[in-house]
């Protein structure tokens, strides 16, 4: 089991930024990747950004390509989710979620998922 846990969610106005933090525990040494989804109201869950947790390599949504940033530290087990330049449109419910194989993009091959975290972008 892989317990995750989100924080730095909040309110925040239009072009501005904010810092997710994904903390990892349990047997983190089972998963390969960690990654971010995001579900507003109404909507289906999509793909926001993975990071693999032995290379490092990173995975975009177009939609957030250029505005956000994906890092990890193996050390604490910790995986953060910088996001600058925010749009009305990235409001959400964030989740992150570990995944022991597969593609990056689709939130049925992540095997554990944390409680999500609320980001409001609006003026």
């Known amino acids: 089991q892989v317990q995750l846990v989100e924080s730095g969610g909040g309110l925040v106005q239009p072009g501005g930024s904010l810092r997710l933090s994904c903390a990892a525990s349990g047997r983190t040494f089972s998963s390969n990747r960690v990654g971010w989804f995001r579900q507003a109201p109404g909507k289906e869950r999509e793909f926001v950004a993975a990071i693999t947790w032995s290379t490092g390599s990173t995975y975009y949504a177009d939609s957030v390509k250029g505005r956000f940033t994906i890092s990890r530290d193996n050390a604490k087990n910790t995986v953060w989710l910088q996001m600058n330049s925010l749009e009305p449109e990235d409001t959400a419910v964030y989740s992150c979620?570990?995944?022991?194989?597969?593609?990056?993009?689709?939130?049925?091959?992540?095997?554990?998922w944390g409680q999500g975290t609320q980001v409001t972008v609006s003026a």
């Open positions: 979620a570990a995944q022991n194989s597969g593609s990056p993009y689709y939130s049925n091959l992540y095997d554990y």
